[in-house]
């Protein structure tokens, strides 16, 4: 635990612009040692992170050094995320937030991390070596009994922060809450449909999450789809009809990746389908959905082309994602499509684009391809079991009812299979631990499974919108406003669906506009 020597080179090298970090040791006593100076120019609060094997700095628990330049305070802290919820909470008394230290002690405010807690705080000039050693070995020993009450280690559960680490390491900005929801509807149903805003890294997410967790290029299959596809060859083939006993294969690859997961059922294969909406999903998909619900193969051919098998599943360890863009190229999807489907929308915010231009658009580097694949095993299990009925599944339920009453009259009402995935999405949430409670669950699948398939005239859905907009709401009353316009959307304790509720307001505004409205955007 003689850390010494690498926390004055540390120390030394925040008085510079240097935010190199190879030069520095990775691992220290069994945990893996994070560092940070900054991301394209110098940090306000550049840290040293001690990571065990689960923990990641954008979920997590970990002893953490923070150097606050203008104090000259070196703090060794419990530290917690703060991207997401840590899994685990410290559990030590008489724990002081850095934000309260520094209060306390007239040092102003924290410019970062003030929500972890204070250790040991050090003047820089004046350090020893032997008191370090000795804090560094109390804390991580206090660090791994935390670790060991709570059985982090022996809990198999799909590592999702380690993805969201390696999304914002290769530079892809987006809302952990979206990676939360991604991971959480590809275990509870394998097909999403991701839709939004052009540009906005829809199709990297899903080839950056396949690539990540598979071993093999073999595991992956992009497939752009195009506007000519007007049955299911570009994906199936077809049996050559000019020379009995061969069948033609799509030069997409989909056969093989269907063949290689029914042969494989340990491992996650991936189907992306790019700019879905491009043709009629419909003419050229029919047969997945109907694989996907019945769990019976798809035929290929009459048993004559021996070179490909007569049939093929859509087996449970084929994860389908299909991207789409709306505008007056493409096509809408049938209810059909979104009734099996959950419709996870893209957009900016203001930060992501800001912390998008600071990193450059840095690309995703080769060598962190298949970074995932131990978590791989873990996926495709949860994804084929029956996972333990969410904390919230009573309320749950209640709140379902309600909706499902609202959606009727509309024509928009849910049936049997949209409420099973909606229930099991939430407990997929719950094993995860994202710990997140019913208001933000109930969001989530209103955005996912219930909004997407509102359409129609204003006649139609003008009731329908207001119902929904009242039920997203605290104080009912002060909907009309907020629709029109009048006033800004109310404040966080003042709504229960906060995502929803915003699209609602822009549905209703294009039914206004338009006359005609639908959960898609152009």
Same mark, same amino acid.
């Given at each position: ?117 204070? !250790? ?149 294969? !991936? ?47 084929? !994860? ?35 912390? !998008? ?166």
């Amino acid at each position: 635990m003689d850390f010494f020597d690498e926390l004055t080179r540390f120390l030394a090298q925040c008085q510079t612009e240097n935010l190199k970090t190879s030069h520095f040791a990775n691992r220290l006593e069994g945990l893996k040692v994070k560092i940070s100076f900054g991301k394209g120019h110098p940090a306000r609060v550049p840290w040293i992170a001690f990571l065990a094997p689960g923990q990641h700095i954008s979920s997590g628990i970990y002893p953490f050094y923070l150097f606050y330049k203008n104090q000259q305070l070196l703090v060794l802290s419990f530290g917690v995320s703060e991207t997401l919820p840590p899994p685990v909470p410290w559990r030590q008394s008489g724990m002081e937030t850095i934000d309260s230290y520094f209060k306390r002690n007239g040092l102003g405010k924290p410019a970062r991390y003030g929500g972890s807690f204070v !250790f040991r705080v050090y003047e820089v000039a004046d350090l020893d070596r032997g008191q370090i050693k000795a804090d560094l070995q109390e804390i991580t020993g206090i660090y791994h009994a935390t670790l060991a009450a709570e059985g982090i280690a022996k809990t198999p559960r799909f590592d999702y922060p380690a993805f969201y680490q390696y999304a914002l390491d290769s530079g892809l900005q987006i809302d952990p809450d979206v990676v939360i929801r991604f991971v959480a509807a590809l275990i509870a149903k394998p097909f999403v449909i991701l839709t939004g805003l052009s540009g906005a890294g829809k199709t990297r997410l899903a080839h950056a999450f396949a690539r990540w967790i598979c071993e093999t290029e073999e595991q992956v299959c992009l497939v752009p789809v195009g506007a000519d596809w007007t049955n299911r060859e570009p994906l199936l083939g077809f049996p050559n009809a000019l020379e009995p006993g061969q069948y033609v294969k799509p030069e997409s690859g989909v056969v093989d990746l269907l063949i290689s997961a029914g042969a494989n059922p340990r491992r996650p294969y !991936f189907l992306i389908l790019d700019e879905m909406n491009l043709s009629h999903v419909e003419r050229y998909f029919a047969d997945f959905l109907s694989g996907m619900e019945s769990g019976e193969p798809i035929r290929l051919h009459n048993g004559t082309a021996g070179a490909v098998p007569a049939r093929v599943l859509v087996a449970s360890n084929l !994860f389908i994602v299909g991207t789409v863009n709306i505008d007056e190229t493409t096509y809408m999807f049938s209810p059909k499509v979104l009734d099996r489907a959950s419709v996870i929308e893209f957009s900016i915010s203001k930060d992501e684009m800001q912390a !998008f231009l600071k990193s450059a658009g840095k690309s995703e580097s080769d060598n962190r391809r298949m970074a995932g694949g131990a978590a791989a095993e873990v996926f495709v299990e949860m994804a084929r079991s029956i996972v333990p009925e969410s904390p919230v599944r009573e309320q749950l339920n209640a709140e379902l009812l309600a909706l499902f009453e609202i959606l009727k009259p509309a024509g928009a009402e849910f049936g049997y299979r949209s409420a099973a995935e909606i229930l099991r999405f939430a407990a997929v949430i719950n094993v995860l631990g994202a710990n997140w409670p019913l208001q933000k669950v109930m969001d989530a699948a209103l955005m996912q499974k219930l909004l997407p398939k509102i359409y129609g005239s204003r006649r139609k859905l003008e009731p329908v919108l207001k119902a929904l907009g009242r039920r997203c709401l605290a104080n009912p009353d002060l909907l009309d406003d907020y629709l029109t316009g009048k006033k800004d959307l109310p404040d966080a304790q003042a709504v229960h669906y906060p995502a929803a509720l915003e699209k609602i307001r822009r549905i209703y505004r294009n039914l206004i506009d338009h006359g005609f409205a639908s959960y898609a955007e152009a």
